[in-house]
């Protein structure tokens, strides 16, 4: 693993300037910080994935199939011929670079190569060359014309740019939003990614997540026994800060609700907290309006990084969320709060693995609201549902227990972008505490910057690009904790939770992450607790100390 | 796929020095990590830390979260980054020749 630079010397290091050489004569340089391992063979051959081999991305050979060439040519081929989108993003940018300073991996790193245009144009080019007929044409006549029409053959130097540029892309789509053509460059960078899955050039940080998943229901292999081990432990804490014991139930046959989440909620901080949140959130509806909901610890992954791998991975690792709700009986389904699970659900999962007809559309047995958004995917955002409940005052909170915390909110791309989720988190945010300060304009709701570690890029080995990619979205953060001081990010998502833990301590150390249900749990009074002292972190409420104490 | 040589043992780690099974765990991987760690002296404390991360992976399959070996050891995060300079991941779980872990962590 390579030293990450210090945040002054990475932010002195941006340099904006191209190189003297044109794009296609400035061969690719693979650094260390910036790519990410290669893929674990075991994982790749676990899902069955062609070429498992051991290969390193610094090396000049790569140890590829002798006929890499035809199959990422007939790949191509039928991509273009089976998804008329790619077919006609292909073909119409125009290069004008209206997307070329949005992406943040560019803002971060000055390198072209980033600029969501010439990304796009590493496939473009070869497209132009093998499946135009001016490309056909002009290549006939000789190889230097081909650069007129800006295209090129395929080799293994191109190859190898492929890979490194389309694995730092974050599939975010900030670029699409200022596309006059609303060319979606993440589209690209998926079909190129399934591309290199032809010929086993996968990263080991989505791949080995994407076999954990197709084992044990979860990207990080947590089996059933654990998962529930980890529940205990959290019901534990609720019962240390709140005095109330919280029993959750785990695949229960005819609830009427079942919950899936990211499992990082489930593993990692920041994130087990929001899982706290959601825990209590359940107990108090139970207890108050006979609510039934089940978790379960085989749907136990709201996230999925097939998504990241091809269409049919995505497929293969989504099945389960109907499955399971199929298996229990449920009526319909509440997810979690995480991103890219909610670009598949919304976008796919209806087509891929729907009709969900054995499902009802989704009402609040609370409120009683008809969730007309979800209608063909029988499934709701959380934030939407507690949106819902708090519009109707069904929530007693107490929100002065956040008092201690300024809050401002990323919008996740995928929440936002993917599905158009700006105001339910907001909403809920400003209902459970007092102090909310919103991040200049150009870079929240449908123009949100990225975490910058997004679609599978959130290793440790990468540190450098996450840093680079991560700047736009921290500068944001930095500027609200500035101006009115902010110390608390919130946010709707697992890997943002993970992702700007460690953007945010580089660039704004003084800021903290938390996801939305967190600070729900904070404020909301369970029936029944002893006077709270502390937060879900077990850290001293200002104000609220032990009177013993005192 | 990278080797290591120790006292007389020979182990395959990955891009990050984890050991490629838990079945190659032994004492001389222990005093591998121990010197590439830059640990003066192994005491209780690191052992109780090994210890309680392989008993919850032989359990569970993967290494614990961190507020749980926290807890089970007794141990505050500070304190695993004082006994293992890389951490709970990087320093304890490569000495218990645990797997690296992967995820949305």
């Keep these: ?550 | 796929m990278a080797t290591v040589e120790y006292m007389g043992k020979t182990f395959t780690v990955d891009e990050d020095g984890f050991i490629d099974t838990y079945e190659s765990y032994c004492e001389e991987w222990v005093q591998w990590v121990k010197h590439q760690e830059g640990i003066e002296e192994l005491n209780d404390e690191h052992k109780k830390v090994i210890t309680v991360l392989q008993e919850y992976y032989e359990k569970n399959g993967i290494a614990p979260m961190v507020r749980i070996l926290s807890k089970v050891t007794g141990f505050k995060l500070k304190h695993i980054y004082e006994l293992f300079p890389s951490g709970p991941g990087k320093g304890a779980c490569k000495m218990a020749g645990l797997p690296k872990p992967t995820g949305c962590v």
């Design chain 1, 1 to 550: 693993m390579s030293e990450t630079p210090k945040p002054d010397e990475l932010f002195s290091n941006i340099d904006y300037r191209p190189p003297s050489s044109g794009w296609m004569d400035t061969p690719v340089d693979i650094k260390k910080g910036i790519y990410s391992y290669a893929g674990n063979p075991k994982s790749l051959e676990y899902v069955g994935l062609p070429f498992a081999r051991q290969w390193n991305p610094i090396d000049e050979d790569w140890s590829l199939p002798e006929n890499w060439k035809e199959i990422i040519s007939k790949g191509f081929r039928e991509r273009l011929d089976r998804f008329r989108s790619i077919k006609v993003f292909m073909d119409i940018c125009v290069r004008c670079g209206a997307c070329a300073d949005k992406c943040h991996f560019f803002i971060g790193s000055g390198d072209p190569k980033n600029m969501p245009v010439l990304r796009a144009e590493l496939l473009r080019s070869v497209y132009r060359n093998d499946f135009t007929t001016a490309g056909k044409i002009i290549g006939s006549i000789g190889k230097n014309f081909k650069k007129i029409i800006g295209a090129r053959e395929l080799d293994l130097q191109v190859l190898k740019e492929w890979w490194y540029y389309l694995f730092q892309c974050t599939e975010c789509r900030r670029c699409s939003v200022f596309c006059p053509y609303g060319i979606d460059t993440a589209e690209i960078t998926i079909m190129g990614r399934e591309l290199l899955n032809l010929i086993g050039l996968n990263i080991d940080w989505i791949i080995t997540p994407v076999a954990n998943c197709y084992r044990t229901g979860n990207h990080l292999g947590i089996q059933p026994h654990a998962y529930k081990d980890m529940m205990d432990f959290f019901s534990d804490d609720i019962e240390e800060i709140t005095g109330v014991k919280v029993e959750p139930s785990f695949n229960r046959k005819g609830a009427e609700i079942l919950f899936v989440t990211p499992s990082g909620d489930v593993f990692a901080d920041p994130g087990t907290y929001t899982c706290v949140g959601y825990m209590m959130l359940f107990h108090y509806l139970q207890e108050k309006y006979g609510f039934d909901i089940t978790w379960s610890t085989y749907a136990s992954e709201g996230g999925n990084f097939g998504f990241f791998t091809s269409h049919e991975m995505m497929k293969r690792l989504n099945a389960k969320m109907y499955a399971e709700a199929k298996r229990l009986g449920v009526k319909w389904i509440i997810g979690g709060e995480c991103g890219h699970m909610w670009r598949v659900i919304h976008q796919y999962m209806d087509t891929m693995n729907g009709p969900a007809d054995f499902l009802e559309e989704p009402v609040s047995p609370i409120t009683g609201t008809k969730f007309e958004n979800a209608k063909s995917t029988k499934m709701v955002h959380i934030a939407e549902f507690t949106a819902d409940l708090i519009k109707h005052n069904k929530l007693e909170l107490d929100t002065s227990r956040n008092d201690h915390l300024k809050v401002t909110y990323h919008d996740s791309c995928n929440t936002s972008r993917g599905m158009g989720l700006l105001e339910e988190p907001r909403y809920v945010i400003k209902n459970v505490c007092n102090n909310y300060y919103e991040m200049p304009v150009n870079t929240i709701r449908e123009q949100t910057f990225c975490c910058g570690s997004g679609s599978g890029l959130n290793a440790g080995e990468n540190m450098e690009l996450r840093m680079q990619g991560g700047l736009p979205r921290a500068n944001a953060v930095k500027y609200v904790h500035e101006k009115h001081g902010v110390n608390m990010l919130s946010c709707i998502c697992a890997i943002d939770r993970a992702a700007l833990s460690a953007s945010v301590e580089y660039w704004v150390p003084e800021v903290e992450v938390t996801g939305v249900h967190e600070m729900v749990g904070n404020a909301l009074i369970l029936p029944g607790e002893h006077k709270r002292t502390t937060d879900l972190r077990s850290e001293p409420l200002p104000g609220m100390e032990d009177d013993d104490a005192e």
